[in-house]
C-alpha cells in the first residue's frame, strides 16, 4: 500500500520561510493527485489552506503557496508568524480514495 | 454561515455499533457532496467515506468498507454515519466536512469523539 510521507517535524524562526513536503512511498506526486494542505491546531478542526496543488482557500493569507517541487507537493510559508505554529496535514487523490499524509508538527521559534 | 455541527459520539463497547449526524446549515445542502474523517487521539487525519449529493454514488475507503455506512437526508439537510462492529482502533475524532471534490475538503466541523472500551 503506498504511503503518503510528511516531515514528522520542522522548525522555522519568526519571519523566515519553510517548505513542507508531501511525497509517496512509491513513486512520484504530480498535479495530478490535487494535494491538498490543511492546518490544525490542538483542540481544533483543521482549516483549508491550498486545494488541488496551489488553489488558496478563501480568507488564506498570500505567504501560503503550494506547488509541486522535484517529485513532491509542497507547502511554502513565506515569513512565517507565531500563529502559524500548528500542525499541516497533505492529502492525496489516489484512484482508491484519498490518503492523508502522518503531519508535520510546525514549531515557530 | 456555512457551519456543520456533529453529535451521536460517545463510548460503545467492542462489536457495538453506533450511528453519528452531521447537521449542515448556511448553504444548499443537497447541492454538494459530503465526507467523513477521523483522526484518533495524538494521530493524523483519516479519510473514511464521500457521498454524492444525491446519495447515488458512495467511496468508502477500504479501512471501514463493510462495517460503515454513510448516508444523506437532503430534506433534513443532514448526514449520517452509521458504524458497526466497532473496535477499539475506530476510537477518534469523526469530522464531516463539504466535501467540492478530488481532495477539497470545506468547512469541517468541530468533530464528535468516538471512543471504543469495554
Known amino acids: 500500500q503506498t504511503v503518503v510521507t510528511q516531515e514528522p517535524s520542522f522548525s522555522v524562526s519568526p519571519g523566515g520561510t519553510v517548505t513542507l513536503t508531501c511525497g509517496l512511498s512509491?513513486?512520484?506526486?504530480?498535479?495530478?493527485?490535487?494535494p491538498s494542505w490543511y492546518q490544525q491546531t490542538p483542540g481544533q478542526a483543521p482549516r483549508t489552506l491550498i486545494y488541488?496543488?496551489?488553489t488558496r482557500s478563501s480568507g488564506v493569507p498570500d505567504r501560503f503557496s503550494g506547488s509541486i517541487l522535484g517529485n513532491k507537493a509542497a507547502l511554502t510559508i513565506t515569513g512565517a508568524q507565531a500563529d502559524d505554529d500548528s500542525d499541516y496535514y497533505c492529502?492525496?487523490?489516489?484512484?482508491?480514495?484519498?490518503?492523508f499524509g502522518g503531519g508535520t508538527k510546525l514549531t515557530v521559534l | 454561515q456555512v457551519q456543520m455541527v456533529e453529535s451521536g459520539g460517545g463510548l460503545v463497547k467492542p462489536g457495538g455499533s453506533l450511528r453519528l449526524s452531521c447537521a449542515a446549515s448556511?448553504?444548499?445542502?443537497?447541492?454538494?457532496?459530503m465526507s467523513w474523517i477521523r483522526q484518533a487521539p495524538g494521530k493524523g487525519l483519516e479519510w473514511l467515506s464521500y457521498?454524492?449529493?444525491?446519495?447515488?454514488?458512495?467511496h468508502d475507503a477500504d479501512s471501514v468498507k463493510g462495517r460503515f455506512t454513510v448516508s444523506r437526508d437532503n430534506a433534513r439537510n443532514s448526514l449520517y454515519l452509521q458504524m458497526n462492529s466497532l473496535r477499539a482502533e475506530d476510537t477518534a475524532v469523526y469530522y464531516c466536512?463539504?466535501?467540492?471534490?478530488?481532495?477539497?475538503?470545506?468547512?469541517w466541523g468541530q468533530g464528535t469523539l468516538v471512543t471504543v472500551s469495554s
Open positions: 466536512a463539504r466535501y467540492w471534490g478530488t481532495t477539497h475538503f470545506d468547512p
Open positions: 448556511g448553504f444548499t445542502f443537497s447541492d454538494y457532496y
Open positions: 457521498i454524492s449529493n444525491s446519495g447515488s454514488t458512495i
Open positions: 512509491s513513486g512520484s506526486v504530480s498535479s495530478s493527485y490535487y
Open positions: 488541488s496543488t496551489n
Open positions: 492529502v492525496l487523490y489516489m484512484g482508491s480514495g484519498l490518503v
